[in-house]
């Protein structure tokens, strides 16, 4: 890449854009990872504004989440307990692979793989108590996606849909960081280069992103 | 900082983000847990909300340091998403209204919990959930 437009300092937005050749001045898979990203912030949003939208107009009353997702270790139920771990157990995964990233560009690839390695196992310990939440409200507290014994009956189906389609992510972001980390602990990339583990990346923040917007508006909120 | 070397920085703002994403995730939390109501929960929740949202995008996904031909490619288009958002709020409210003025649904009805269900082992936690409901 000594492309002219990225040596002079004061290439701008229209040098890039008018330059008839590349507009973007990152390899080609961290781009289509970008407008991955971007079309599924579009999915995502419109699960989330579908959820704005029956919640705003069902009559019915909207089920307590901070009760419904209390725990009880022996004593008094805490409220939304389990959410909170998961929050923090996504938010320390982001963490690692943030590590990961930097470790891969250090060309360190014993401690990029065990970051990547340890990213993955707390997103298969998230993936873990997901479930741990799904049995407990189908199980115990009968909650379907057309029906629950608290109040509004979309409450059902946007928790299965949103929470679903996260976890869905998470579990794939964990088959794609592993596979990523045994190729890096492999050389695989020793010639390629590690803008990999930066794609990868990408994809896990991602997820820990849209936790972020679900933990307020479906469970804060 | 040239395409070759990629996405490098210092570790030192790595540690301090992931630090300052600890402790908005505690004080979100700690708005349910101290069960903060009414405008005050929804202005805390959104601003904590939106300042981890802020903190991942621009250092963790390194948006802050990327070009802004592809910034512009990652932020410009969800604007648009902005715009089916107010519209569902607007026809949502228009819904719900027209139902509780027509067809004579209960403004008041209340919603049941886990305690109401299973008979209660914590009375004061039920109570406290009928006061949390309006």
């Known amino acids: ?205 991602f997820v820990d992103l849209v936790w972020v917007f679900i933990f307020a508006f479906f469970y804060l909120l | 900082m040239s395409a070759e070397a990629g996405q490098q920085h210092p570790l030192g703002i790595y540690y301090k983000i992931w630090t300052l994403l600890f402790v908005l995730s505690s004080f979100s939390y700690a708005v349910d847990y101290f069960n903060v109501q009414g405008g005050m929960r929804w202005g805390l929740v959104l601003l904590f909300m939106a300042l981890k949202a802020g903190f991942i995008v621009a250092i963790f996904m390194h948006v802050v340091w990327e070009r802004m031909a592809l910034v512009l490619t990652i932020l410009g288009p969800p604007i648009v998403l902005l715009v089916l958002i107010g519209l569902m709020t607007v026809e949502g409210f228009y819904t719900s209204q027209a139902r509780y003025q027509y067809m004579g649904h209960d403004p008041n009805a209340v919603a049941l919990t886990p305690n109401d269900l299973h008979g209660g082992e914590h009375g004061e936690g039920a109570e406290h959930a009928e006061e949390e409901a309006h």
């Open chain 1, 1 to 205: 890449m000594s492309d002219a437009a990225i040596s002079e300092p004061n290439s701008t937005l229209v040098d890039d854009w008018s330059a008839d050749k590349q507009a973007y001045h990152v390899p080609w898979g961290k781009a289509m990872m970008w407008i991955f990203l971007v079309s599924d912030t579009f999915i995502f949003t419109s699960f989330l504004t579908g959820y704005l939208h029956v919640r705003l107009s069902t009559t019915e009353p909207w089920p307590l989440q901070s009760e419904i997702f209390a725990l009880s270790f022996g004593g008094d139920p805490i409220p939304l307990i389990l959410i909170a771990i998961m929050t923090f157990i996504l938010i320390t995964s982001s963490g690692t692979m943030a590590l990961a990233v930097n470790f891969g560009y250090r060309r360190d690839k014993q401690k990029t793989f065990w970051f990547m390695a340890a990213t993955a196992a707390f997103g298969a310990s998230f993936v873990g108590m997901q479930v741990f939440e799904w049995s407990k409200l189908i199980l115990e507290e009968g909650v379907r996606p057309w029906g629950n014994p608290f109040g509004a009956s979309q409450f059902g189906s946007v928790f299965f849909m949103i929470t679903g389609f996260h976890g869905l992510h998470v579990t794939a972001g964990v088959i794609y960081l592993l596979t990523v980390a045994f190729k890096v602990k492999k050389g695989h990339y020793d010639k390629k280069g590690y803008e990999i583990v930066e794609i990868a990346g990408l994809y896990w923040h």
